[in-house]
């Protein structure tokens, strides 16, 4: 299984992947809030999935709105 981490924000976004070791298989990727980004997002995800022949697991920030 690999664990991705994404760290979201309006304009971009942070992506970090380990595997079930723990050990760091891309520190830092980050990508646009755009549907490019997104394309780059999702063509990493389907390359690890790939190379590490192995489930990905995605968790997201919770990011509160503050006044």
């Not at 997002?41 to 690890?48: A, I, N, R, S």
Request: a negative charge; aromatic letters at 6%; proline letters at 0%.
């Amino acid at each position: 299984m690999l664990f991705v981490g994404i760290d979201i924000a309006k304009n971009k976004h942070d992506m970090a992947v380990i595997d079930s070791k723990g050990n760091i298989l891309l520190k830092h990727l980050n990508f646009a809030n755009s549907k490019e980004g997104f394309d780059k997002l999702h063509t990493k995800l389907m390359e690890l999935a790939s190379s590490h022949d192995s489930d990905i697991c995605i968790a997201l920030e919770d990011t509160e709105f503050m006044v």
